[in-house]
T-cell receptor, first 114, second 110 residues
Framework: DSGVTQTPKHLITATGQRVTLRCSPR?????VYWYQQSLDQGLQFLIQYYNGEERAKGNILERFSAQQFPDLHSELNLSSLELGDSALYFCASSHRQDVNEKLFFGSGTQLSVL | GEDVEQSLFLSVREGDSSVINCTYT??????LYWYKQEPGAGLQLLTYIFSNMDMKQDQRLTVLLNKKDKHLSLRIADTQTGDSAIYFCAERGATNKLIFGTGTLLAVQP
């Protein structure tokens, strides 16, 4: 158990809909990262937050947004969903944001868009 | 740009050594990592190496880094069936983003 909690574990929805994925980092970790894992793209970095502020942005679509709340949990919002958004979405956390920080991953949310 | 590549699949027999290879393009990489993903689970950090090191050994795991060729490898000695998983290499460069390879599926045959 990594200490990172993601909910829900599975999510099935339809095209055009909007969903929210939730992540609770390990106790004491200030940094949260979101990744998307799909068969054709592999593991892609989406976005990072540190202590409530956006720190780095990767290949995140404009239809997607995220935030980190004062209690340090984070939410990833996916809107106008398309079939190609079906993927496993991982959240990871680390204590700081230094380059030598190890990331601890949650078990992921499997999103299926039908 | 940042790009990390791995071979997709490796099959070995139980008890043999496994070597998983990775190449990256970002010459400013500071740390390089190996993660393991078992079915239905998140990624678990196995080991990491600082870019000024050539080798790091941790029990059955040996990481070799050739910075000139931007080549990273993970050797698993005495591979067991429990080692069957997807292995991801990742590099963290000046942008602080952790960029992952596509993953190598390791299948260990009994």
């Amino acid at each position: 158990d990594s200490g990172v909690t993601q909910t829900p574990k599975h999510l099935i929805t339809a095209t055009g809909q909007r969903v929210t994925l939730r992540c609770s980092p390990r106790s004491g970790d200030l940094s949260v990262y979101w990744y998307q894992q799909s068969l054709d793209q592999g593991l892609q970095f989406l976005i990072q937050y540190y202590n409530g502020e956006e720190r780095a942005k990767g290949n995140i679509l404009e239809r997607f947004s995220a935030q980190q709340f004062p209690d340090l949990h984070s939410e990833l919002n996916l809107s106008s969903l398309e079939l190609g958004d079906s993927a496993l979405y991982f959240c990871a956390s680390s204590h700081r944001q230094d380059v030598n920080e190890k990331l601890f991953f949650g078990s992921g949310t499997q999103l299926s868009v039908l | 740009g940042e790009d990390v590549e791995q071979s997709l699949f490796l099959s070995v027999r139980e008890g043999d050594s496994s070597v998983i290879n990775c190449t990256y393009t970002d010459s400013s990489s500071t740390y390089l990592y190996w993660y393991k993903q078992e079915p239905g689970a998140g990624l678990q950090l196995l080991t990491y190496i600082f870019s000024n090191m050539d080798m790091k050994q941790d029990q059955r795991l040996t990481v070799l880094l050739n910075k000139k060729d931007k080549h990273l490898s993970l050797r698993i000695a005495d591979t067991q069936t429990g080692d069957s998983a997807i292995y991801f290499c990742a590099e963290r460069g000046a942008t602080n983003k952790l960029i992952f390879g596509t993953g190598t599926l390791l299948a260990v045959q009994p």
